[in-house]
């Protein structure tokens, strides 16, 4: 059964995480989100982290969960504040996300929706990564280049069977030649014979 959980921000990360890299994905978070909803976000992920990692952790809410010390999980701390507290605290969150990633669980996690788009962050051509893009447009190369081998080997192991030709062809044209010169020859041999007689009947 798929577990379905609103929350924006963990949304992004689930989509972005591996098409982004790490430093566009926290630029565009601390410019759209507030120091709130990134606190927010790391304790419910937390939560859903522990809920996997001790299932008989008990009912509780998400916010008292965060506060449980495991020793697989990065401890959460919360920032002081400040102009750096939201990059303090997105950097904690990143760091449950990798830690789970390293756990194998996060196939286990609840799929984290966006209930409106209006309060998912838009992301910029500049924010994209030039060399992601150049790799896989490496990785499409190698698919390609994979393909039109197997094709290549496809055909050399291919047997054409050509009909046979004749040993010493000769064209039509040539026999109608030859049929008219030996016609021609017979004619000519009996137009000699022929002129011949008056000379014979003379003597």
């Given at each position: 059964?798929?577990?379905l959980?609103?929350?924006?921000?963990l949304?992004?990360?689930?989509?972005?995480?591996?098409?982004?890299?790490?430093?566009?994905?926290?630029?565009?978070?601390?410019?759209?989100?507030?120091?709130?909803?990134?606190?927010?976000?790391?304790?419910?992920?937390?939560?859903?982290?522990?809920?996997?990692?001790?299932?008989?952790?008990?009912?509780r809410?998400?916010?008292?969960?965060?506060k449980?010390?495991?020793?697989?999980?990065?401890r959460?701390?919360t920032?002081?504040q400040?102009?750096?507290?939201?990059?303090?605290?997105?950097?904690?969150?990143?760091?449950?996300?990798?830690?789970?990633?390293?756990?194998?669980?996060?196939?286990?996690?609840?799929?984290?929706?966006?209930?409106?788009?209006?309060?998912a962050?838009?992301?910029?051509?500049?924010?994209?990564?030039?060399?992601?893009?150049?790799?896989?447009?490496?990785?499409?190369?190698?698919?390609?280049?994979?393909?039109?081998?197997?094709?290549?080997?496809?055909?050399?192991?291919?047997?054409?069977?050509?009909?046979?030709?004749?040993r010493?062809?000769?064209?039509?044209?040539?026999?109608?030649?030859?049929?008219?010169?030996?016609?021609n020859?017979?004619?000519?041999?009996?137009?000699?014979?022929?002129?011949?007689?008056?000379?014979?009947?003379d003597?």
């Open positions: 059964m798929v577990v959980i609103v929350c924006e921000l949304s992004f990360i689930a989509n972005k995480v591996n098409k982004l890299p790490i430093e566009s994905i926290k630029k565009i978070i601390c410019d759209f989100y507030s120091v709130g909803q990134i606190c927010n976000a790391k304790e419910r992920l937390k939560s859903k982290i522990l809920r996997i990692l001790v299932p008989d952790i008990g009912d809410l998400y916010e008292e969960l965060a449980v010390v495991v020793s697989d999980l990065p959460l701390v920032h002081s400040g102009d750096t507290r939201a990059n303090m605290e997105l950097a904690d969150l990143m760091e449950l996300w990798y830690k789970a990633d390293e756990l194998n669980i996060i196939s286990s996690l609840p799929t984290f929706v966006t209930a409106s788009y209006d309060k962050p838009a992301v910029k051509p500049e924010d994209l990564d030039i060399c992601l893009i150049a790799k896989r447009l490496f990785k499409l190369e190698d698919v390609v280049a994979g393909h039109s081998q197997t094709l290549l080997d496809a055909v050399d192991k291919t047997t054409l069977e050509w009909p046979s030709l004749p010493n062809p000769t064209p039509s044209c040539v026999s109608m030649s030859m049929n008219n010169i030996s016609t020859n017979s004619d000519a041999s009996l137009t000699l014979s022929a002129s011949a007689l008056p000379s014979v009947a003597q």
